[in-house]
T-cell receptor, first 110, second 118 residues
Framework: RKEVEQDPGPFNVPEGATVAFNCTYS??????FFWYRQDCRKEPKLLMS???SGNEDGRFTAQLNRASQYISLLIRDSKLSDSATYLC???????????FGTGTSLTVIP | SQTIHQWPATLVQPVGSPLSLECTVE??????LYWYRQAAGRGLQLLFY??????ISSEVPQNLSASRPQDRQFILSSKKLLLSDSGFYLC?????????????????FGSGTRLTVV
């Protein structure tokens, strides 16, 4: 079983729509969770950390469900500039290794 | 502020040739350093990580090796490239020490090297 699994998509949504991505992880002892954004042929960049209580940054909301071992990312009022691949990232409990999902592709359509 | 530099940006190498990719970090000391590879249409695969000078951990067996000759320098090498070594190679750094720092800031990646083995 993979450490981190995501629906690859693609998700094609109109501007202004709300879209949600889920990601499941296999290691119940994982402690740190993130969403990264990767534009085509570029390096991944940190979008937001995911905290146990859930957190929001503008149009983006991240949530963690430890019991079910999944994290989610909600994007409200989608913009064309949100088009990218979104990577779910989870760390190992010990050490500093992070595991990346294969990413979910989002295209926001005018 | 911290910055990470990775070069070259693009590389085309023949099968059987050697490889050396370099990554340096500025503005911090004793970072954790990582090499990842992203094959076309696939996810990021952790190749090596280092928590200090001369300390290298390998995640997958392969014909690649890594070295950390200085605190903020991380090098990825191969003696003989294979076609399957083609991909997007990314260096990254993270804070050491408190888990809170790691949870807040995660990794920061370099801009990557796109390697094509022909």
């Amino acid at each position: 079983r993979k450490e981190v699994e995501q629906d690859p998509g693609p998700f094609n949504v109109p501007e202004g729509a709300t879209v949600a991505f889920n990601c499941t992880y296999s290691n119940s002892a994982s402690q740190s969770f993130f969403w990264y954004r990767q534009d085509c042929r570029k390096e991944p960049k940190l979008l937001m950390s995911v905290y146990s209580s859930g957190n929001e940054d503008g149009r983006f909301t991240a949530q963690l469900n430890r019991a079910s071992q999944y994290i989610s990312l909600l994007i409200r009022d989608s913009k064309l500039s949100d088009s990218a691949t979104y990577l779910c990232v989870v760390n190992k409990r010990t050490g500093n290794q992070f595991y990346f999902g294969t990413g979910t592709s989002l295209t926001v359509i005018p | 502020s911290q910055t990470i530099h990775q070069w070259p940006a693009t590389l085309v190498q023949p099968v059987g040739s050697p490889l050396s990719l370099e990554c340096t970090v500025e503005g911090t000391s004793n970072p954790n350093l990582y090499w990842y590879r992203q094959a076309a249409g696939r996810g990021l695969q952790l190749l090596f990580y280092s928590v200090g000078i001369g300390q290298i951990s390998s995640e997958v067996p392969q014909n690649l090796s890594a070295s950390r000759p200085q605190d903020r320098q991380f090098i990825l090498s191969s003696k003989k490239l294979l076609l399957s070594d083609s991909g997007f190679y990314l260096c990254a750094w993270s804070w050491t020490g408190s888990h809170l720092s790691l949870a807040n800031y995660g990794y920061t990646f370099g801009s990557g090297t796109r390697l094509t083995v022909v």
